[in-house]
């Protein structure tokens, strides 16, 4: 027999629920799934229903009907009548606010959860979680003598220490600055590879949905619009809504005006206009709108003609506005409809870009992508 320890047998979160809220129109958050241990990424609109989900698994807010249960155990159903108060569902919930106990040590803070064990057990026990988030320096230390991405830290220990099944996350790295979010982020991995909970994450941030995503969910007016890897989620949106999210910023309504299965692809005519794009060959629903999205930082700008390329989708346009942000140009083209392309300050400069100007975008056809 080897000596090896193992890790605890991970729990799903398994969701049925749905809860409406009337006011000047209705809305309904309706959701069912299961969530396994790891990071669940969940992304959408403001007002989408991510932190109504959140309070609900907290027990903050009560569903209309349906279920919430962590393994076997069972915290909210609705037939039966089961409705355990926040403090008996062994979720932790972290939100933007933080709400550390400015009168208290670092120490006390992360400790407060533990009144019930005796000393030397709630030493050990913040101990273990304090050297996880790098913090065991700090112990004496009162919140405002601390830097922001330290507090950080504290809160999510003092989260963690009581040792939870669940972890809920409302956007609670907002404020940080990149790297110093990234350390933590990479910290809270480390802990739950060993700890394997679920965790569920509410972000608008799509740089934190690659960077912590196992599983991604998008959420629409209260339900499910999509979910898979990030990668499928958002690099291959199949809906105008999930490519907003996902930060496409050219999105245009068009039809199918042919089909070449030959070579894989289909032409789409841009609505309003008489631009033709080539793009993949894919299945569409006659019955329903459809949409071709581009990415700005796909498009190719040249200031002449470019000849003998592999891409099929060149246009011809004029430059009707530049705009710098930080390190970045943005310019619109119009090419009968109007399309943002994203460049570098030396591709400007090189390129004598200005407004006024005839350029060609060049497109490659799996730059597009079909939504409907």
């Known amino acids: 027999m080897s000596g090896a320890t193992t890790s605890p047998p991970a729990e799903q979160l398994t969701l049925r629920l749905k809860k409406r809220f009337r006011g000047d ?6 959701v069912e799934l299961a969530v396994a241990a790891g990071f669940t990424i969940w992304f959408g609109a403001s007002g989408a229903g991510k932190t109504t989900l959140l309070d609900c698994i907290a027990g903050l807010r009560t569903p209309d009907e349906g279920t919430i249960a962590i393994g076997e155990a069972v915290l909210f159903d609705s037939q039966s009548r089961v409705n355990l108060p926040p403090r008996c569902r062994s979720v932790a919930y972290l939100l933007q606010s933080l709400a550390l106990f400015p009168h208290m040590t670092v120490e006390q ?30 112990l004496q230390r009162r919140p405002n003598e601390i830097s922001a991405g330290e507090r ?36 809270l991995r480390a802990w739950n590879q060993r700890h394997r909970i679920p965790i ?5 941030d799509r740089e934190e949905v ?28 199949q809906s105008e809504t999930v490519a907003q999210l996902a930060g496409f910023e050219n999105i245009f309504a068009g039809s199918v005006t042919g089909s070449h299965p030959e070579y894989g692809t289909m032409t789409c005519r841009i609505a309003g206009s008489t631009l033709d794009l080539e793009v993949p060959l894919v299945r569409v629903n006659a019955a329903l709108p ?11 700008l040249a200031s002449s003609k470019p000849q003998g390329l ?20 943005i310019a619109v083209v119009t090419c009968g409809p109007e399309f943002e392309v994203h460049l570098t300050l030396g ?26």
């Not at 960077?211 to 898979?228: D, F, K, M, N, W």
């Not at 459809?290 to 700005?296: Q, W």
């Open 25 to 30: 129109s209705e809305f309904v958050l309706d």
């Open 109 to 138: 803070n992360v400790q407060y959860g533990l009144a019930a064990l005796n000393q030397r057990d709630r030493d050990a026990r913040s101990g273990e979680v304090l050297e996880s988030f790098r913090i065991s320096s700090l």
């Open 152 to 187: 950080q830290r504290v809160a999510l220990a003092r989260a963690l220490v009581t040792r939870p099944r669940v972890l809920l996350l409302d956007e609670p790295l907002t404020a940080l600055d990149a790297v110093t979010k990234a350390r933590i982020l990479d910290d």
């Open 200 to 204: 569920l994450y509410v972000t608008h």
């Open 210 to 237: 690659f960077a912590l995503g196992e599983s991604a969910i998008v959420l629409e007016g209260g339900r499910i619009l999509a979910r898979g890897s990030p990668h499928e989620v958002l690099h291959r949106p």
């Open 290 to 300: 459809l949409c071709v999205g581009i990415r700005a930082g796909d498009i190719l």
């Open 310 to 329: 592999s891409a099929r989708n060149v246009l011809d346009g004029t430059i009707t506005s530049l705009e710098q942000r930080d390190m970045k140009v």
């Open 347 to 372: 591709a400007r400069e090189s390129l004598q870009l200005k407004p006024g100007a005839r350029v060609w975008l060049v497109v490659k056809t799996y730059s597009c992508h079909v939504l409907q």
